[in-house]
């Protein structure tokens, strides 16, 4: 018999149809329809400005954007050969763990409670929560964060953040012990898994699948380790293997990645280069309009060793952090606020970016970089024309190769088996559809 399995089904997450043909409860072909949440996500981008395409990007792998984010800063950085500080680097490597972690406990969690392990869910999203307060603190935004900036981030880590992050990532250890005891021996989640959705890694790497999928199979491939980028090179840290391709295997290597990610984490807060100094001792606290007023007047002496007080969205990237998180290039960033509200050059400066026709324009040219997302090799090509649009944009999104063998790794095992194989692929269908 033939069984239309969603897109109207809770475990197909709204937006994917199996077309399964079935002898008696044995998957014996399955199709799978994809496009139900297509955004046409290339397109919009080649229709604004570089620093425009950050909120699309954003809703690609919504479970993990700030990883989107810096792929796409990181591709048209090559383009214009930008050097990123250090201490930027760092950023970036901390806040894509943190994301790494979130999107592993939401996979996890999900997949757990597909199977009526519930509590498991509840446990994975309080971890979760934690996390995102931690982002939001930094970003302002908890999911859709658009805090990668074309040469930088936003604005740098606030006050307190270290010790925040230390005691969050104590507590996620703790909550992660928690669903190790309740899964990882449990005899239902066991026989659920074990020796269901089995891929062999030739199949895996015929397909071109990446990340945790193909990492069960055995084979260690990761672009943190293969091709380091954002100072990766500089962390330890291993790469979880499997050995049967199976959803159990799915299931222990992204337990111990998360293990791996708080590693990281841990090693970049202990490491990474010194912060924001404080303002020099004339320097004082004044409002914006009055900035700007005494720079229209002519009022200019000792202005710029003035600090602005600006608002909590802007916070962190005032004139004493700009250096510690934005690359050194007038082409392809705002300058300071203080400078904007104090001289008329930082002000043509900020114009020159924000408007179309002009803003950010890489060389022609083209660029492909990758980076290492939840679901595996996250990447974005660009073509420049060397205006203020990119000419040409395409995403390699890591879960289309996956779903793409989903049909034939669904043959041979049960009905019910569709769920927890489907629930590990991860499958986010904003990256998956675009």
């Known amino acids: 018999m033939f069984l239309n399995i969603g897109p109207a089904h809770p475990a197909m997450h709204g937006v994917i149809q199996i077309h399964a043909e079935l002898d008696g ?26 620093s425009q395409c950050f909120p699309y990007t954003d809703r690609l792998n919504y479970a993990s954007p700030l990883i989107n984010n810096f792929g796409f800063a990181a591709a048209v950085e090559k383009l214009m050969g930008l050097e990123i500080p250090e201490r930027c680097n760092y950023i970036r490597i901390i806040m894509s763990e943190i994301s790494r972690i979130t999107d592993h406990l ?48 936003k604005a740098d880590l606030p006050e307190g953040f270290e010790e925040r992050c ?4 104590q507590k996620t250890r703790e909550v992660l012990k928690e669903v190790d ?29 990446t990340g945790p999928f193909l990492r069960s199979t055995g084979i260690e491939y990761d672009v943190r380790k293969a091709f380091p980028y954002f100072l990766y090179e500089r962390f330890a840290f291993d790469i979880p293997i499997g050995e049967h391709g199976d959803n159990y295997d799915r299931y222990l290597v992204r337990m111990e990645e998360m293990y791996q990610s708080i590693r990281i984490i841990e090693q970049a807060l202990d490491t990474i280069p010194q912060g924001p100094t404080n303002v020099d001792s004339e320097g004082n606290v004044i409002d914006p309009d ?11 002496s000792g202005l ?32 300071p606020k203080e400078q904007v509200y104090s001289n008329i050059e930082a002000l043509m400066n900020h114009f020159k970016i924000v ?27 660009i073509v420049s024309d060397g205006t203020d649009r990119p ?32 629930g590990s692929v991860n499958m986010i269908a904003g990256e998956l559809d675009r």
């Open 166 to 169: 230390q005691a969050t990532l």
């Open 355 to 381: 408007m179309l026709g002009h803003g950010i324009r890489p060389p022609k040219g083209e660029a492909y970089v990758a980076v290492e997302g939840a679901n595996g090799e996250l990447g974005f090509y």
């Open 391 to 422: 000419w040409r944009v395409r995403c390699h999104p890591p879960c289309f190769p996956i779903m793409a063998a989903l049909g034939k790794i669904l043959v041979g095992d049960q009905v019910a088996d569709i769920v927890p194989t489907f």
């Open 106 to 153: 939401t996979c996890i969690g999900a997949s757990a409670m597909e199977l009526g392990a519930f509590s498991v869910f509840l446990y994975a999203i309080k971890a979760r929560e934690w996390l995102y307060e931690l982002i939001e603190s930094v970003t302002g935004a908890r999911l859709t964060v658009s805090y990668a900036r074309i040469g930088g981030v």
């Open 25 to 50: 409860e044995i998957v014996r072909k399955a199709d799978i329809e994809i496009g139900y949440l297509h955004r046409a996500f290339e397109k919009h981008c080649e229709t604004g400005t570089y």
């Open 181 to 209: 005891q309740l899964l990882t021996r449990n005899r239902i989640f066991y026989d659920r898994m074990c020796g269901v959705g089995i891929i062999s890694a030739d199949d895996a790497v015929d397909y071109g699948i």
């Open 304 to 335: 710029l060793k003035n600090e602005v007080l600006i608002q909590p969205t802007l916070q962190g990237s005032e004139k004493r952090y700009h250096d510690r998180v934005r690359a050194k290039s007038k082409e392809a960033w705002l300058p």
């Open 290 to 300: 009055l900035m700007a007023d005494l720079g229209k007047f002519g009022k200019t």
